[in-house]
């Protein structure tokens, strides 16, 4: 499904940036390098000195031609969850994340999406949470069944896809199957900063192991040529499809 995607649009970069602004010149420094962008919590709950806010900031970037990954990170009753997907398919995303806890809440968004081109995502277990976290909330499975549990799950429901870190990338894909999409953060290059990741690889093993998408971050927003870094990332996925 994603093989026959140009490698630059399978490159996703995390505006991961505290204002509107910041993202904006961002967006203006990377160019044509970079062809879509996922916007966080951070950036949504954000405003710009001209009055933009995070929301206003994905139209401005589809208006400019661009894809947008709105990682919202949904959960909440049906009927709620339902309404605010009707919100952001209107808005012209092409993916937005839901946390994938059960089929209810997830069939609550495949109703929402309708017949837009959205492509809703499960959040299947957060990277940062440990076994004692999920025993905490009374749950026995270790969070890579627990990754495998919920995929299922979303693939039940109508999902696209699942946020998958890369380790768990080639048990999901031989579980879902070649067109359900795996979108892949924690990435780095031989070497970099790993930053908080626990969990990193390079963007050549996360596509050979099956991610459609890779998500990156500070390695590009952070770097001292925020465009050649994002080229080099293209690169490595071109190889890494040839
Ligand atoms: O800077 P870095 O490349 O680590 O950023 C990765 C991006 O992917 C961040 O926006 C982070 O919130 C997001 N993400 C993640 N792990 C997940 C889900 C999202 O790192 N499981």
Do not use: C
């Not at 990754?147 to 799950?153: F, S």
């Not at 890369?166 to 900063?193: C, H, K, M, Y």
């Not at 991610?211 to 040529?225: E, K, L, M, T, W």
Request: hydrophobic fraction near 45%; proline fraction near 3%; glycine fraction near 10%.
């Amino acid at each position: 499904m994603t093989g026959n995607l140009n490698p630059r649009d399978r490159l996703i970069v995390a505006l991961d940036v505290p204002t509107v602004d910041d993202a904006r010149d961002l967006v203006r420094t990377l160019g044509d390098e970079v062809t879509f962008y996922k916007v966080g919590l951070e950036l949504i709950l954000s405003g710009s000195i001209d009055g933009a806010t995070g929301l206003g900031l994905v139209s401005e970037l589809i208006d400019k031609g661009k894809q947008v990954f709105l990682d919202a990170k949904l959960l909440d009753i049906s009927n709620t969850v339902e309404r605010s997907v009707e919100r952001v398919a209107e808005l012209g995303a092409t993916f937005l994340t839901i946390h994938g806890t059960d089929l209810k809440t997830m069939k609550a968004a495949v109703a929402g999406r309708g017949q837009s081109g959205l492509k809703l995502l499960a959040v299947t277990v957060l990277t940062n949470l440990t076994q004692e976290d999920l025993a905490e909330q009374g749950i026995s499975k270790t969070p890579a069944e627990m990754v495998l549990h919920r995929a299922g799950l979303a693939k039940e429901a109508g999902f696209d896809g699942v946020i998958s870190s890369g380790q768990e990338a080639a048990a999901i894909r031989a579980a879902t199957g070649e067109n359900f999409l795996i979108v892949t953060p924690g990435i780095r290059l031989p070497g970099s900063d790993a930053g908080d990741q626990q969990r990193i690889m390079t963007p050549e093993r996360a596509i050979a192991s099956g991610a459609s998408y890779i998500v990156v971050g500070r390695p590009i927003n952070q770097a001292s040529d925020p465009k050649s870094a994002a080229a080099t990332f293209v690169e490595r996925i071109a190889d890494a499809t040839a």
